[in-house]
């Protein structure tokens, strides 16, 4: 339950912040120390143990914009993804992991779950019924992504928050790609949120960062993996993640409005074949997406009209960039087959709607027609290559 009753913008600007009695200044106080004195205090401090001044803090900011009563801020999303769900399997036991995943943890549950004699399964779909007909009585986890990459399919966080009560099983969700700007997931019943705090979170494509957030009793167990993980962050970055936080309700506001524009206006485009957005009224999830997002997200895709080659179109480009991450203030594109979905089969890419011709794109907060002229000249560019001469 939220009992935060502030304003988005302003928790995301002030809950936590550190005071700075002794020069008063604007900002939290950087504390750089690894060692801190154990005689006469009651908090035995030290980075590893997620307990430094400028963790605690930042913590306490991060609770807060999940609705969470605890969080916990590590390395890097991988850090917070394999942490968090270390903390909930042991050998012997089962996770359902839906089908279409982040490629780390993709990559992550099929190297590193069976060395630890934990069994695995991915669904096959999108539905609450998928998961649940995956569901065996030694499954400890359901694993969800929404919106996802790279389709930005919704998932219904109502439905599966209440499947996994039923069973008794801990609910987790990666809300990297919504932010807790746009979807709040513990209001609809999951349990435990992950991000990559790398995206939105940091927001301009400079800090490396993972989040986990959840009630006490679980975070209380998350910890106990977390000192043996040894994953935190420093924190140095742990104080430029609480700077860039503070802008991340009007960065993602915008970024949410750009796409909503930019799926509007490829939509309406005769050089592109599909869009994926879960704000338009045509995307299958979009009336779920309605219901448990305060927005749409900053993420779509799509595909151009075959006779435009998408390699070419990416190479003529001069203001939005081909990128590997998203997130980040600027615009950037990216080719799934080439990139994160290119150690996956054909086949397999086919089966998930991935094709060759897909386009993920993560708005930044251009304007709006400076964008627009970007992907105008560059697909001119390749048609007038393509003409015969
Ligand atoms: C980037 C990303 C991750 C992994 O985060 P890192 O900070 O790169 O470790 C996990 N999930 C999603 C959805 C991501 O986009």
């Known amino acids: 339950m939220n009992t935060d009753k502030k304003g988005i913008n302003t928790t995301c600007t002030h809950t936590g912040e550190l005071e700075d009695t002794q020069f008063?200044?604007?900002?939290?106080?950087?504390?750089?120390?690894?060692?801190?004195?154990?005689?006469?205090?009651?908090?035995?401090?030290?980075?590893?143990?997620?307990?430094?001044?400028?963790?605690?803090?930042?913590?306490?900011?991060?609770?807060?914009?999940?609705?969470?009563?605890?969080?916990?801020?590590?390395?890097?999303?991988?850090?917070?993804?394999?942490?968090?769900?270390?903390?909930?399997?042991?050998?012997?036991?089962?996770?359902?992991?839906?089908?279409?995943?982040?490629?780390?943890?993709?990559?992550?549950?099929?190297?590193?779950?069976?060395?630890?004699?934990?069994?695995?399964?991915?669904?096959?779909?999108?539905?609450?019924?998928?998961?649940?007909?995956?569901?065996?009585?030694?499954?400890?986890?359901?694993?969800?992504?929404?919106?996802?990459?790279?389709?930005?399919?919704?998932?219904?966080?109502?439905?599966?928050?209440?499947?996994?009560?039923?069973?008794?099983?801990?609910?987790?969700?990666?809300?990297?790609f919504a932010s807790p700007i746009n979807q709040?997931?513990?209001?609809?019943?999951?349990?435990?949120?992950?991000?990559?705090?790398?995206?939105?979170?940091?927001?301009?494509?400079?800090?490396?960062?993972?989040?986990?957030?959840?009630?006490?009793?679980?975070?209380?167990?998350?910890?106990?993996?977390?000192?043996?993980?040894?994953?935190?962050?420093?924190?140095?970055?742990?104080?430029?993640?609480?700077?860039?936080?503070?802008?991340?309700?009007?960065?993602?506001n915008a970024q949410n409005a750009n796409a909503m524009k930019m799926a509007a206006y490829l939509s309406a485009s005769k050089d592109v074949e599909n869009v994926y957005y879960p704000g338009l009224e045509t995307h299958p999830g979009h009336a779920l997406a309605k219901s448990q997002m305060k927005g749409f997200g900053g993420m779509l895709s799509f595909e151009l009209n075959s006779e435009i080659d998408a390699s070419l179109f990416f190479k003529h480009l001069k203001l939005i960039k081909p990128s590997m991450s998203l997130a980040g203030i600027e615009s950037t594109v990216l080719s799934p087959m080439q990139t994160s979905h290119a150690l996956m089969s054909p086949e397999d890419r086919k089966k998930q709607g991935i094709k060759d011709s897909l386009i993920r794109f993560s708005l930044g907060i251009e304007e709006m027609e400076d964008l627009v002229r970007d992907i105008e000249q560059a697909i001119s560019k390749v048609k007038s290559m393509a003409m015969p001469v």
């Open 24 to 176: 008063k200044g604007a900002v939290s106080p950087l504390y750089m120390s690894t060692s801190y004195a154990f005689e006469d205090v009651d908090i035995k401090r030290y980075p590893r143990y997620f307990n430094t001044p400028n963790q605690e803090a930042l913590c306490k900011k991060l609770a807060a914009l999940e609705h969470a009563k605890a969080a916990l801020i590590f390395g890097s999303g991988m850090a917070a993804i394999s942490t968090g769900l270390m903390a909930f399997l042991q050998a012997g036991d089962h996770i359902v992991l839906q089908q279409t995943l982040y490629g780390g943890t993709y990559n992550f549950a099929v190297t590193q779950f069976e060395k630890y004699g934990i069994s695995y399964s991915f669904t096959n779909g999108w539905e609450v019924d998928d998961f649940e007909r995956e569901i065996r009585p030694n499954t400890k986890v359901i694993y969800i992504e929404t919106p996802s990459n790279p389709l930005l399919t919704i998932t219904d966080l109502e439905g599966i928050g209440q499947l996994a009560k039923k069973h008794g099983i801990v609910s987790m969700i990666d809300n990297t």
């Open 184 to 252: 709040n997931p513990i209001d609809y019943g999951i349990d435990v949120v992950l991000h990559s705090a790398t995206k939105y979170m940091g927001g301009h494509s400079d800090i490396c960062a993972g989040v986990i957030a959840a009630s006490q009793e679980h975070m209380d167990k998350i910890f106990q993996t977390a000192i043996c993980f040894g994953g935190s962050l420093s924190d140095y970055t742990v104080w430029l993640l609480e700077r860039s936080i503070k802008t991340m309700g009007i960065r993602v």
